[in-house]
């Protein structure tokens, strides 16, 4: 999956073979959301940590950063632009951006709990879940669902569209709801809360799309954040959309 403390110069050929990372799971240094409007940022997550890359002087070295991430991203857009191209698909940029987040993997921590929108945004990008995915999620024409502040209940809706050419039956779920840890700023499920999708189980046409309401419920105000991701799924693929709300008043954190 990248080049990793190989070692010498490496040497080209028309072998594919994978190295994978020996560091797991988002690396330390990678930034947090949201914005101060309370907008997902970041969007998308790209392997950004331990890559083995050209650098100055017709040399390689290990680095980590935006400078690595941002490329890997940018890359597999414009593979995605290429195969859209070869399937002779007319697509907008706005398009791109939809398929990356709706199909990128969700990432977990060591326990098995999905890292925080406000870390992975949507999650990792995934260039073979970009051509498979069957289902568009939409909220507010976004592939994001940003909800600003909220008490103890938001209701919202969001758009199911079959971008495949061919009938199939939608199943919707949500992932568990997460918050911050305010002992150590990390990932926790946020007692007391639920979701619920109606409908949860549909058919569409190919090309048809259909409106589901989604209410996000806690016992109490958190004074804290609420987030986490709705999964649409398929016979064949997934397709996610993250989501993030405070619950409490954001504009008046001391």
Do not use: W
């Not at 990432?107 to 992975?120: I, K, M, N, S």
């Not at 569209?161 to 919707?172: F, G, R």
């Not at 046409?205 to 309401?213: M, P, S």
């Amino acid at each position: 999956k990248l080049l990793s403390n190989i070692g010498g110069a490496p040497a080209f050929s028309d072998k594919l073979e994978e190295i994978d990372n020996p560091l797991d799971g988002m690396s330390v240094f990678s930034s947090y959301g949201p914005l101060n409007d309370l907008e997902i940022k970041p969007e998308i997550t790209g392997i950004g940590g331990t890559v083995y890359s050209l650098v100055n002087d017709n040399s390689y070295a290990t680095m980590g950063g935006t400078s690595m991430a941002s490329p890997y991203v940018a890359g597999i857009s414009l593979c995605y632009m290429n195969y859209l191209k070869g399937k002779n698909i007319a697509y907008k940029p706005e398009d791109i951006f939809t398929a990356m987040m709706n199909s990128a993997e969700i990432l977990e921590d060591t326990a098995g709990l999905p890292y925080t929108v406000r870390r992975q945004g949507a999650g990792m990008i995934d260039f073979e879940n970009m051509k498979k995915h069957e289902l568009k999620l939409l909220y507010a024409g976004k592939p994001k669902i940003s909800l600003g502040e909220m008490g103890k209940e938001k209701v919202f809706s969001v758009k199911v569209q079959n971008i495949s050419n061919h009938k199939t039956d939608v199943n919707l779920s949500a992932s568990q709801i997460l918050t911050m840890d305010l002992t150590n700023a990390q990932e926790k499920i946020l007692d007391g809360a639920d979701i619920s999708i109606e409908p949860k189980h549909f058919t569409l046409d190919a090309g048809a799309e259909k409106e589901v309401e989604v209410t996000l419920k806690l016992n109490a105000v958190a004074e804290n954040y609420a987030e986490g991701f709705l999964l649409a799924n398929t016979e064949k693929t997934q397709s996610n959309i993250p989501f993030l709300a405070y619950s409490g008043d954001f504009k008046n954190l001391p």
